[in-house]
C-alpha cells in the first residue's frame, strides 16, 4: 500500500463547476497536509496547506482533513481553463514529506 | 529572495558517466528534500536532510546515488555510474518544521 493515495484521473471538469479531488493516507500520526498544483513542465506549487481537522477556504479552494478517516480533500469552485493540472496531495509525518500520485485535472470550456 | 535554485535546468549524458546535480536552498530553511519525478512513479522522495544532517535516504535507489549536503548552503546529488532508467526530473524542495516545501524548477536529466 502506497503511504499517500490519490485517484490519478484524468478528471474532466465543464468549466464553472467544482471538481473535487480525494486523498488518502496510511499513516495515523501524520500531522500537516497540503495540496501542490503542477502544470505540465512546471515544478509543483503550494496552493493550500491544512493542519486540523474541517474545513479551510481560501478563494476558490477549500480544503477538508479528516484524520480519524485519514483522509484530505480539495474543492476548487468555478473551475477555469487555467485550473487545468495536476493536483498533488502531500502529507507530512514527522519532518518526511510524501506525495501522492497526483490527480490530472481538465477543465472543459 | 531568490528562492531554490537547482543547477544545471538540464543535463543529457551517456550510460556510465556520473551526474552532479545541485542544490543552493532557500537561506534560513533547515529541510532539504530530493525528489525524482517520472510518468511511471510519480513524484518519489529520495533523501532528506535537517540541519545538513541525512535523516532518511530509504528513497535512494541504489548505492549509484549518493546525496550529501556540506553546510546549510549547498547540497549535491551524484549518479554514479548513470544508466537510461535514471532519466527523469529530479527536484530539489527546501521548508522549515511542519511547513510546506519550497520547490526548485528542477533538472532534467536524460541518459543515453
New interface residues.
Partial sequence: QKEVEQNSGPLSVPEGAIASLNCTYSDRGSQSFFWYRQYSGKSPELIMSIYSNGDKEDGRFTAQLNKASQYVSLLIRDSQPSDSATYLCAVNSWGKLQFGAGTQVVVTP | DAGVIQSPRHEVTEMGQEVTLRCKPISGHD?L?W?RQTMMR??E?LI?F?NNVP??DSGMPEDRFSAKMPNASFSTLKIQPSEPRDSAVY?C?T?Q??????????TRLTVT
Avoid at chain 2, 97 to 106: K, M, Q, V, Y
Fill in positions: 529541510y528534500f525528489y510519480g513524484l522522495l532528506y535537517n535523516i532518511d527536484f524542495a521548508g518544521e511542519g511547513s510546506p516545501l519550497h520547490f526548485g524548477n528542477g
